[in-house]
């Protein structure tokens, strides 16, 4: 058989440049079991066990909440990258400039101290959604917070440091830098196109079908031509929003539906790797004037690690084409 060259795919949104390295291929299996073996936290040392008297959220499948029949609980971190300040104000010092790290940094932690979000049901994963929700919409009426983080890391890899399954939410005085490209991407297509450069892309991943992974009423959940890594997915809405906290009780459904089948796909494919997931939303001030924006989620298996080449270019390498990972995926079948 022939060598193949790889192939330089470019991401439509951000403008960045990935490798997939058809040369040297993978298959699916072999990314089989690349997770590290997890040590469950004893329950009685686990700090998310119980339910916290600080906390700012919790729900139940009563109507009461009790330490015993809470399902979703918010509560402020222990050790907060932000904090409660006054807003920040803009320095500089010598040719560099700096602020306080001013805002919030909240855990959103789910009842069941080892089932992770891939083997919970839909309505549960939904209250997970209904909690993001409600303290976004907290965040965002502070005057410092500009943006508001939703990720989940789940297992070492991806930088969990207790195994009872959880999320964070920080809000930060400042739009990151990758949200700001993506944000710039998006303006700049909507300028010359008149469109949403998101609704395009979902449009063509729909018409060829190839990358297509999972879909219902609501969501579309797909493999991205220009994946960052092996098995990288991502879930659009495919009504176009660009506030993921102005979202109804039967999109979130959808979307619950949607996220829980891709990480059970991931879960039950490549047997329970460890991943990051976050959601890209419009920043949380003036979001109207970024209405061209289409907010989704992205989920990142920790499949490969950076080396040299990554850390000097800023191009990741995925070593399975985005094509094969969704063939894969789309085969698993979930419950």
Known sequence: MPHQISELRQDLVSGDWVVIATGRAKRPHDFLGARHVREALPVDSCPFEELHTDAVFSSA???????????????PNKYPAFDKAACATFNTRGPYQWTDGAGFHEVVITRSHTRSLAV????????????????????????????????????????????????????????????????????????ERHTCIHCVMLAYEREV?????????????????????????RI??????????????????????ALRTALAKLFIGLEDPDYNFFIHTAPAKNPAALAHYHWHIEILPKTAIWAGFEMGTGIEISTIAPEMAAEFLRSVVVA
């Open 120 to 191: 919970l049901t839909n309505g549960e994963v939904e209250a997970v959604i209904a909690a993001y929700q409600e303290r976004y919409r907290v965040f965002q009426k502070d005057e410092c917070v500009q943006y508001v983080s939703i990720f989940h890391n789940h297992g070492s890899r991806a930088g969990a440091t207790v195994t009872h399954p959880h999320s964070q939410m920080i809000a930060i005085p400042v739009i990151p830098p990758d949200v700001g490209r993506s944000m710039d991407g998006s303006a700049r297509y909507f300028a």
């Open 236 to 257: 659009f809405p495919k009504k176009h929003a660009a506030q993921f906290e102005e979202i109804d009780a039967g999109t979130r459904a959808g979307v619950a539906d």
């Open 209 to 233: 079908g190839e990358r297509i992974i999972y879909e219902n009423d609501i969501c579309t959940v797909f493999a991205p031509y220009a994946s960052h890594t092996a098995f990288e997915v």
């Open 61 to 75: 499948n009563q109507s009461e909440v009790s330490p015993e029949n809470w399902s979703v609980q918010v509560i």
